[in-house]
């Protein structure tokens, strides 16, 4: 199974912009579809987006999407999400995770590789 390491998250102040990177083995983005999730304290898992394979991204419809752009690196084998404009409800902790369903969706249970997680604090 890949193995999925995130970093870059940390606390801000409402209004920054921060950017979570997941670095995963070789050529692993370039084999499953990738997605970024988060959990606040309290709450389900959350998917926020996805790309494919191929470099097709989707995002959460309830989400304001232009907060959020992912994108990869198949040279360096990772996948990367920015953020802009944080807000507090932005808190939680951010995971990244690799399918290899056909097609990246936003279920949990679709994703069978998970990294631990990396804890984003907004304050307001």
């Known amino acids: 199974q890949a193995q999925l390491v995130e970093s870059g998250g940390g606390l801000v102040q409402a209004g920054e912009s921060l950017t979570l990177t997941c670095s995963t083995p070789?050529?692993?983005?370039?084999?499953?579809?990738m997605a970024w999730f988060r959990q606040a304290p309290g709450k389900d898992r959350e998917f926020v987006a996805a790309?494919?394979?191929?470099?097709?991204?989707?995002y959460n419809e309830n989400l304001q999407k232009d907060r959020f752009t992912i994108s990869k690196n198949d040279r360096k084998s990772t996948v990367t999400l920015q953020m802009s404009s944080l807000k507090a409800e932005d808190t939680a902790v951010y995971y990244c995770?690799?399918?290899?369903?056909?097609?990246?969706?936003?279920?949990?249970?679709?994703?069978?590789?998970w990294g631990q997680g990396t804890q984003v604090t907004v304050s307001s």
């Open positions: 995770a690799a399918s290899q369903y056909d097609t990246p969706s936003g279920v949990v249970s679709s994703y069978s590789n």
């Open positions: 070789a050529r692993t983005v370039m084999w499953y579809n």
């Open positions: 790309i494919s394979r191929i470099g097709s991204p989707t």
